[in-house]
């Protein structure tokens, strides 16, 4: 894993345990966003790119493959893009792509477009999960059915799918946000981070991994004073900022791992008096931080292509469903010019390390 | 007296009950020639299951807007009784059985709590309820927070979603349909039934005919409070997740379903027949449409449009009538007919 | 007893002097004391919560809310509701947004221009239905709060527009302030103080009030009815479309959920702040005091560090407490007013 | 100045007037006279633009006119007091009385202040010190029948329009409001006085037209007319005829009423009724009968007192326990109180025995069916069907639904308020028959009534009430005329 950026040398690091997204992290639907459209777009990891080119044979796939994204609401930008990449999939494989989803981010309505699905005979069903067991059940029958199971960004317990597309190990977004705050305030100061909703579980389990990365002797010079929830709301979030620089005069910086909460963080500092002067890093899509990045208030963030993610899990399925792997530990799949990717353990793929978007690259992104 | 009976019959087959039904059996009809899959039991399975908790809540609804009411807390209800359930089982030694009790008690007194701000204190039920919708689903939050209480006994949460032996049928069903025929036979065929008609009417006049209003009405928030705890209970386990938003938007679903019914939101109009009907008629349409890969947008705009329409239509019908009548009478150039003098004079 | 004793009459006059005045202020009199123990008790926790930046963020926090509560205020005067106020604001905003997108550099006024005439066309939509097919309020803006999403999200169908898609100039509106006073709560103080004044001391407005507190009386006395709770609708959708505006202009990111379930922080705002779903009392005052304690209660809580999972209970409980005081005061105000003149005969 | 020819209305089946004539002249009081439900009402709506009627003319100064709404009447310079005052209980007495014409200030503002004055001005020509600044609610009917004259006063109006409008005041302000009527009158305004008071009529008119059954029978000036002359007229037919009391053995007491107190509305109200016979509750509207009995009755509640029925004391604001022990009341407002418009006659006549009807706690439709045809049989209900809604009956008719309602609990103690109010010649009648049956089978019988002829041909005896205090018991020898009307209207202490 060597990284595109400074950002990911600690990453590849530890078994996924279940996790979800950060930016899809809520249930309110405002997500990351990309001004329409897939972007095929700037890849990532560059050994991800290097090893595609060549061994990414379609052949191996059967076609007219019936492949179905189900994520978590439909509507939400992040979704559009990452079911976009996996549109760009399907075609290559030349299966059939289908997006349909709830119009809200819930289980129950999850349930019943499962149920859908399964009656008409997908082959692959990609799904987001809104709550990891409370679509199990639906999954399991569709199972039966004879669909393959692909989560991709949320993952579900991991008896219900076949293959878990990760976009990142938790610990690796924890590293990579502790790395860009402590390189911000120069390792030392009081710091708070602002979530996204108290109940989501992949945002919870990066703040626990965060805290314990904030035990390590190098970060001893770092305080984490507070985590405040914007409940993956604009207009919260924004507020919480405000509570946070009233709360803590002497805040010297903020991380939020919800695309969300930086963007209205991002935008509260621009035009305060703390701009420049309390700093601000988490993850973000480089659509909706770029003038903020331009404009100084913020110096770094990451995040994956969610177009990637989308991507691979297509090829997963397609793979499930051609019967090249079954979702144990260590086969591995080609997933076009993503190139080879190995199963990990508990069906888990990992898609890579996070990309840090700085002044310098943040140009190259669009999404 | 022929041409009278003529209307009234007439009237009464045109009821908006009968309607609903009718509309139910074409959307039926034209979804299993059209739309793949639809007819199939697993479908009607699928669907069933789907639609317990909107139907299960709906039917104390009908008996709660027909007293010329509303409860619009009922899903944070459900919220706060899945929550409840979850902290019970994951943070005590409880029994699961005691639990599901204590759930419904809860239920019960949550919609006590509702009918003690509406009844004794006179104050507006839209108004008390979206405040106890605010409230009920905080306190969700409050006792479960961001947890997911998942780890129920998998014979509690397949059991929820079990099917009647050799079917494809959820055996929920049964239970359900002897509730519809218990409210059914409460609101239609009981003193208690023709109470709730009179005060949806007229609350003096059913004062004046000694009945109870407030304590009727009491019981009624009673009863929707237990029975959308019991809808919290089965949504527990059949999603076999304990969550502090379980439910959330349900409202305005059973909502819309009681008045597609063709339940007057004024009180006093509307049967369960219509009701059961006008749930299943959004049900099955969604279902259709989902199936027919009809877009997510599109669904929600249909479902407010059907609820225009349900109100739209029997206004609609009432004023054709009237205009009808009205030229008519015109046409017929009413013969004045001291009628009274046939009073001895 | 003397012959022809002529009837009592009262010495009280003094006494009763402009009650429905005092009525008024305690109320609003009673939000103002909340609103300050509430600043006070946070600032003593915080000193900074009182400094301008974080005066201003209030207030702009307040000024979207401020104005949808106006709107709803029109409409609950006039017994009526409007729900589907959050629909059209998210209708708006995305509208805004796409037209910038199209026309990047189109002039600001064209943007509020558009923004007002579709959300005065919702609104029209609303007050067609409501007021010309005489059907309820509830079940139409219900119907509609699905329709106007439903267009929203297939009109977007995933999309957002971010801040670097819109002018400066535009975004600029949502941060900038005069003489300290940010502009969109100027903006909000304007329409409060227009909307405060027409229904005061204009005749349309007091016909409003008229209308809520008895339609037939209102009929009986020459108001056309219909046509002014027509105009409270367009009214209410004209405002939520400046609203959507305000939306575009703050908060720079905009997809098709913005604005989704205001609708019960809206009426909440109102019902706090005085205005009576049953219609016929309430001002405009009252309702954006209500948006403005909402909005500190939200603030407040996380600088005193609350738990984020109260606030949403907290909220509920205020609008229990408000409908209830509302309900305590009427009562104190219609004994007061028994008893002064013991009998006309 | 304003004339109607031949005007027809019909609301649905029933006609409520067929064939009307009136003229007015200015600078003449016209008096319209008729019993309950002779149309009186319908014509001043149609004359208020809030109905138009089916046929005839209508011609102000000689033009045709069509007024489609009460708006185009004011501006056609028609003023209306509503026989039930129609006032904004949230907005204040000043606004309600210039609702829809406020005076403008600058910028067409509201101007406050001149509206209070004017206000003050109207109440001082009317002698009564309301405060302008008050809400509505919570004003007595007298004061809001005030509000309601002010308000018309206010129009300077070429036609004055008052449907019953004294109806609710007392002797001091009647003379006021006649004081003003004159002065309008001399100024030559046109006005057109309703009231059931033939002393008022004949002291203010100059005119009189009589209606019976919808249709117009006689306008005569008031000089060639008496009031023995006037009632003929309206009632066609001799008055004595109508009330057919028959003595019956009285039995034991089974009402007991002790020192029965409602603070601000009725004080210490006792009495006895047995067995057997009508006793007649008297007084003027709004001296508290109605209120009695209603606390009787538990539809509201009392601050003190007792209620006893066949020596059992009964529980205070609670109707099913009233019912369960033998007490049924008929409601003075049938609209409101006694019947539930929308339901059909049968669910209305058997709502009152839906438990007795019951079998198992299961209602069959049958037994209901069985006896709602029973009851309308008896009671002679003309109705298309038992299932048609009782709204569409005629008033006399629903008037019947609503006894039937009420008598097939066999109750031991019938109350009836206003028994025959808005119903016609016939039924009415029959009503009093029935009445008279029915204490003749042993039931007591508490009749309220403001109809002084019913009072005094149906009571074995009168209790007259006066501003909420039971002033006098009249037997029914004694009983006439004058020594009720003196009762009622204060001019007698509390007798033996
Ligand atoms: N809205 C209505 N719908 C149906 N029938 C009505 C309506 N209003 C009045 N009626 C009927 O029309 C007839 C005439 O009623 P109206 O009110 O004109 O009588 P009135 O002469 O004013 O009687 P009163 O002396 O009691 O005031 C009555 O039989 C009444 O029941
Ligand atoms: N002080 C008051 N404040 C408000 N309302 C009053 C007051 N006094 C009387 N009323 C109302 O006036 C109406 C008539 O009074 P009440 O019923 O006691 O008189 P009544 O003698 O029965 O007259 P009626 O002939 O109208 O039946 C009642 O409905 C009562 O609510
Ligand atoms: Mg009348
Ligand atoms: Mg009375």
Redesign the pocket.
């Known amino acids: 894993d060597s990284g595109s950026s400074a950002s990911s040398g600690s990453g590849g690091s530890a078994a996924a345990a279940p996790a979800g997204s950060a930016a899809a992290s809520t249930d309110t639907g405002s997500s990351a966003a990309s001004s329409g459209g897939s972007s095929a777009a700037a890849s990532t990891g560059s050994d991800a790119s290097g090893s595609a080119a060549a061994g990414g044979t379609t052949a191996d796939y059967k076609t007219g493959l019936k492949i179905a994204f189900l994520p978590k609401q439909v509507n939400n930008p992040y979704f559009t893009v990452a079911d976009g990449g996996g549109k760009a999939a399907v075609a290559e494989l030349k299966g059939t792509y289908k997006e349909t989803g709830p119009s809200d981010a819930s289980a129950s309505s999850q349930v019943s477009y499962i149920n859908t699905l399964s009656q008409q005979g997908e082959n692959v069903i990609a799904t987001s999960a809104n709550d990891p067991n409370a679509i199990c059940g639906a999954l399991k029958q569709a199972k039966s059915a004879g669909a393959k199971i692909v989560t991709y960004d949320s993952d579900t317990t991991p008896s219900c799918r076949d293959v878990f597309i990760n976009q990142a190990t938790p610990q690796g977004l924890a590293d990579v946000e502790i790395k860009m705050m402590s390189d911000e305030i120069g390792g030392k100061g009081k710091i708070a981070i602002l979530s996204a909703t108290p109940n989501a579980t992949n945002q919870n389990a990066w703040i626990a991994l965060m805290k314990a990365d904030l035990k390590k002797p190098e970060n001893s010079g770092m305080q984490l004073v507070t985590v405040a929830y914007g409940n993956d709301d604009d207009q919260t979030s924004f507020q919480k900022t405000q509570g946070l620089l009233q709360s803590y005069p002497d805040l010297k910086g903020i991380i939020s791992p919800t695309t969300v909460g930086i963007a209205a963080a991002a935008r509260y500092l621009s035009g305060s008096k703390y701009k420049g002067k309390v700093q601000l890093t988490g993850l973000g899509t480089p659509n909706q931080m770029r003038q903020f990045v331009k404009d100084g208030t913020v110096k770094e963030f990451a995040l994956w292509d969610p177009a990637q993610l989308g991507y691979l899990a297509a090829y997963a399925g397609a793979a499930l469903a051609s019967g090249t792997i079954t979702g144990k530990q260590g086969e591995s799949f080609s997933a076009g010019k993503l190139g080879s990717r190995t199963i990990g353990a508990d069906g888990v793929v990992i898609l890579g390390p996070p990309t840090v978007f700085q002044a310098s690259n943040i140009d190259q992104f669009k999404f | 007296m022929a041409p009278d009976r003529t209307g009234t019959l007439r009237r009464s087959l045109l009821t908006w009950d009968v309607a609903v039904v009718v509309v139910l059996a074409v959307v039926i009809a034209v979804a299993s020639g059209s739309v793949d899959s639809f007819a199939s039991q697993r479908n009607w399975g699928f669907l069933l299951l789907d639609l317990v908790p909107i139907a299960l809540i709906a039917l104390p609804m009908t008996l709660v807007v027909i007293t010329g009411e509303i409860d619009l807390s009922v899903a944070s209800t459900l919220g706060l009784v899945s929550a409840a359930a979850g902290k019970m089982w994951a943070d005590t030694t409880l029994p699961l059985t005691l639990i599901v009790v204590l759930c419904v008690l809860l239920g019960a007194l949550l919609g006590a709590v509702n009918g003690v701000f509406v009844t004794r204190f006179g104050l507006p039920s839209l108004a008390v309820t979206i405040g106890t919708l605010a409230l009920y689903r905080g306190l969700a939050f409050v006792v479960l927070g961001d947890r997911a209480v998942a780890d129920f006994p998998t014979g509690w949460t397949d059991g929820a979603v079990g099917f009647l032996p050799g079917t494809r049928i959820p055996w929920v069903v049964l239970p359900l349909l002897a509730l519809v025929l218990v409210f059914a036979l409460v609101l239609h065929a009981t003193p208690v039934g023709r109470a709730l008609y009179a005060m949806g009417n007229s609350t003096d006049a059913a004062t004046f005919a000694g009945i109870d209003v407030a304590r009727t009405k009491m019981w009624l928030y009673v009863v929707i409070g237990a029975v959308s705890g019991v809808a919290g209970v089965f949504w527990t386990f059949r999603y076999a997740s304990a969550r502090a938003d379980n439910g959330n938007g349900l409202e305005l679903q059973v909502v819309a379903g009681v008045l597609l019914g063709g339940v007057s939101i004024f009180g006093g109009r509307g049967g369960l027949l219509g009701v059961v009907a006008g749930v299943l008629l959004l049900g099955t349409l969604r279902n259709a449409l989902q199936l027919d890969n009809v877009s997510a947008d599109a669904l929600t705009v249909v479902t407010g449009g059907l609820l225009i329409v349900s109100v739209l239509l029997p206004n609609a019908a009432a004023w054709l009538r009237s205009t009808t009548a009205q030229r008519s009478r015109r046409a017929g150039a009413n013969p004045v007919t001291p009628a009274s003098s046939a009073n001895p004079a | 007893m003397s012959l022809s004793a002529p009837p009592a009459l009262p010495a009280t006059v003094s006494k009763q002097d402009s009650l429905l005045h005092r009525a008024f202020v305690a109320r609003e009199l009673g939000i103002v004391v909340a609103l300050v123990a509430l600043l006070a008790v946070t600032t003593a926790k915080n000193s900074r919560f009182l400094e301008t930046q974080s005066i201003q963020d209030l207030l702009l926090g307040a000024s979207i809310l401020v104005i949808l509560a106006i709107g709803q205020t029109c409409v609950v005067i006039t017994k009526n509701v409007d729900l589907s106020v959050g629909s059209v604001l998210g209708l708006v905003a995305f509208a805004v947004g796409k037209f910038f997108v199209t026309w990047p550099h189109a002039n600001l006024l064209v943007a509020l221009v558009i923004g007002l005439g579709m959300g005065l066309a919702c609104g029209v939509v609303n007050g067609a239905l409501i007021a010309v097919a005489k059907v309820p309020a509830l079940v139409i803006t219900l119907g509609t709060l699905y329709v106007f999403r439903g267009l929203d999200y297939s009109w977007a169908s995933g999309q957002q527009i971010n801040a670097a898609d819109m002018p400066a100039s535009f975004l600029r509106l949502g941060t900038r302030t005069l003489l300290g006073v940010p502009v969109l709560a100027i903006v909000a103080v304007v329409v409060l103080v227009a909307a405060g004044i027409v229904l005061r001391s204009y005749r349309s407005g007091r016909e409003l009030y008229a209308i809520g507190s008895d339609a037939t009386a209102a009929r009986l006395s020459g108001i056309p009815v219909s046509r002014r709770v027509f105009a409270a609708f367009a009214v209410s959708g004209a405002l939520a479309g400046l609203a959507g505006v305000m939306y575009a202009a703050r908060f720079g990111t905009i997809d098709a959920s913005a604005g989704n379930g205001i609708e019960l922080q809206v009426v909440a705002a109102a019902v706090v702040g005085g205005v009576a779903i049953v219609g016929g009392s309430g001002s405009v005052w009252g309702a954006a005091l209500g948006a403005l304690l909402l909005t500190t209660i939200g603030s407040s809580l996380s600088v005193l560090q609350i738990t984020p999972f109260w606030q949403q209970a907290i909220n509920g409980a205020l609008i229990l407490a408000a409908i209830g005081l509302d309900r305590l005061l009427a009562l104190r105000l219609a004994s007061s007013l028994r008893g002064g003149r013991p009998h006309g005969a | 100045m304003l004339s109607l020819e031949g005007v027809t ?1 019909s ?2 089946a ?4 067929r064939g009307v004539d009136l003229d007015l002249y200015p600078g003449e009081a016209h008096a319209l006279v ?12 149609i004359l208020a633009g809030v109905h138009e009627p089916d046929g005839g003319s209508f011609r102000i100064a000689g033009q045709p006119v069509r007024l489609a709404s009460p708006a185009a009447a004011r501006d056609a310079g028609i003023a209306v007091i509503y ?1 039930e005052p129609t006032l904004f209980p949230d907005l204040s007495v000043a606004e309600n009385i210039f609702m829809g014409r406020q005076p403008l200030a600058g910028l067409r503002r509201i101007d406050k202040a001149r509206m209070r004055e004017e206000s003050r001005a109207l109440f001082a020509r009317l002698g009564v010190p309301l405060d302008p600044d008050r809400p509505a609610r919570g004003l007595s009917i007298a004061d809001q029948q005030l509000v309601e004259i002010a308000k018309a006063m206010s129009l300077d109006a070429r036609v004055l329009v008052m ?2 409008p004294t109806a609710a005041l007392s002797g001091v302000e009647v003379e006021r409001l006649f004081a003003v009527a004159r002065s309008l009158r001399d100024s030559g305004a046109a006005v057109l006085f ?1 009231s ?1 008071r033939f002393d008022e009529v004949f002291s203010l008119c100059q005119r009189i037209t009589v ?1 019976r059954d ?1 249709a117009w029978v006689s306008s005569d000036a008031t000089s060639e007319l008496t009031v023995e002359a006037v009632v003929r007229r309206m009632v066609g037919r001799d008055v004595s005829t109508l009330f057919p009391k028959q003595d019956t053995e009285v039995r034991d007491t089974v009402l007991e009423v002790r020192g029965l107190t409602r603070r601000g509305v009725f004080e210490d109200v006792s009495f006895d009724v047995r067995g057997g016979e009508i006793v007649a509750l008297a007084g003027l509207v709004g001296a508290g009968r109605s209120e009695v009995v209603r606390a009787v009755f538990g539809v509201d509640r009392y601050d003190d007192g007792e209620v006893r029925v066949g020596g059992q004391p009964l529980p205070g604001a609670n109707p099913g326990a009233a019912m369960a022990a033998g007490l049924a009341l008929v409601p003075e407002d049938r609209r409101q109180q006694g019947l539930v418009m929308e339901l059909s006659v049968e669910r209305n006549m058997t709502l009152t025995r839906r438990w007795g009807l019951s079998r198992a706690g299961l209602l069959t439709g049958g037994a209901e069916r069985r006896t709602a045809a029973d009851w309308a049989k008896r009671l002679q209900v003309k109705t298309s069907a038992l299932t048609a809604p009782v ?1 569409t009956l ?3 008719n ?1 008037q019947k639904v609503v006894l039937a309602k009420w008598l097939s609990t066999d109750p031991k103690v019938l109350i009836v308020d206003e028994p025959t ?4 010649v016939g039924t009415k009648a029959e009503v009093h028959r029935l009445l008279s049956q029915l204490a003749g089978e042993g039931m007591a019988v508490v009749m309220v009534s403001s109809e002084l002829p019913e009072v005094l041909g149906m009571a074995d005896r009168v209790l007259v009430m006066h501003e909420g205090r039971l002033v006098d018991e009249i037997q029914r020898d004694r009983a006439d005329e004058e020594s009720v009307m003196l009762a009622a209207t204060g001019q007698k202490g509390v007798s033996a």
């Open positions: 209305k609301y649905g029933v006609a409520a007037l008729g019993e309950n439900g002779a149309g009186k009402s319908t014509l001043v709506k026989q449907d019953e309703i059931h209606m919808g709204s005629s008033g006399g629903q109010r808005g119903i016609d």
